[in-house]
């Protein structure tokens, strides 16, 4: 059997997927709702979890830097190295997405649930704002292409290759490989 990542690396894994893809469909959403209350209270939400986001990202980068399990890449080869790639701009990503998202709000100016109000940074600037908007929203597209493509490669692995590639990141299996607790 293949090594498997410790269970807190999997988790900070999953969880990330997971607020990547509810951030996706959230922003997906936003101008569906009418104005006031109702879009104000979905576009907090989409600021909010997108916090939750980068403070789940700071985790995972300290934690991978500092004491989670690493393993090599399946491949050794040409494989091998684009998957790193793929890793690293999947983390770029990310981190661009949620300086954008942040800098979306100081450039258009944001109620955060009706309780406070962040200020514009430049309130007649509304190119600035929207291109800024425009690009946050771009760039959440290209990462869940590339997270689908990640994926495909993980089912690729699991179903076509059957080489135990995807149970390295399974929520469960990684317990098995947790170093017991003093």
């Not at 597209?141 to 689908?148: E, K, P, S």
């Amino acid at each position: 059997m293949n090594p498997t990542y410790d269970s807190r690396t999997v988790f900070l894994h999953w969880l990330s997927a997971a607020l990547v893809v509810g951030l996706w469909i959230v922003g997906q959403c936003i101008d569906f709702f009418p104005k006031g209350t109702p879009r104000v209270t979905v576009r907090s939400l989409h600021i909010a979890v997108g916090v939750l986001l980068a403070a789940t990202l700071t985790l995972r980068l300290v934690w991978r830097r500092t004491a989670g399990v690493k393993l090599p890449p399946a491949d050794s080869g040409a494989a091998g190295k684009l998957a790193i790639g793929v890793h690293h701009l999947l983390y770029a990503l990310m981190i661009a997405l949620v300086l954008l998202g942040l800098a979306s709000v100081w450039f258009r100016g944001d109620s955060i649930f009706n309780l406070f109000t962040v200020p514009a940074f430049d309130p007649g600037n509304k190119v600035l704002a929207h291109n800024t908007v425009e690009l946050h929203g771009l760039l959440a597209n290209i990462l869940l292409a590339v997270a689908g493509l990640h994926a495909a490669a993980a089912v690729w692995h699991h179903w076509g290759l059957r080489d135990g590639i995807l149970a390295r990141m399974w929520p469960g299996l990684a317990l098995r490989s947790d170093p017991p607790r003093n």
